[in-house]
């Protein structure tokens, strides 16, 4: 049973930094993309950063800069370094997983991230 549990979020105030995890129960080498999504209240989810088996990584235009994904496989763990965040960063954030097997996702509950003005 795959299960990814999110981390990390909270109220940070604007010009600060946070850092998600997302901790899988099984091997994050099982994964062939991983990535983080979020949706802020009326919005639909959307695509922040996402990083692949072979290490690429891509950015939604709204973060490059400013987030890096990473992933620790000794850990099973991703991570979602935000840096500068602003508050239209405000969203709840969840990590979605690709298994390589059979390409089903694989998501977390989320976590809120709230960046005040």
């Known amino acids: 049973q795959v299960q990814l549990v999110e981390s990390g979020g909270g109220l940070v105030q604007a010009g600060g930094s946070l850092r998600l995890s997302c901790a899988s129960s099984?091997?994050?080498?099982?994964?062939?993309?991983m990535g983080w999504y979020r949706q802020a209240p009326g919005k639909q989810r959307e695509l922040v950063a996402s990083i692949f088996s072979g290490g690429n990584t891509n950015y939604a235009d709204t973060v490059k800069g400013r987030f890096t994904i990473s992933r620790d496989s000794a850990k099973n763990t991703v991570y979602l370094e935000m840096n500068s965040l602003k508050p239209e960063d405000t969203a709840v954030y969840f990590c979605?997983?690709?298994?390589?097997?059979?390409?089903?996702?694989?998501w977390g509950q989320g976590t809120q991230v709230t960046v005040s003005s």
């Open positions: 099984v091997s994050i080498t099982s994964f062939n993309a």
């Open positions: 979605k997983m690709t298994w390589k097997f059979s390409f089903r996702d694989y």
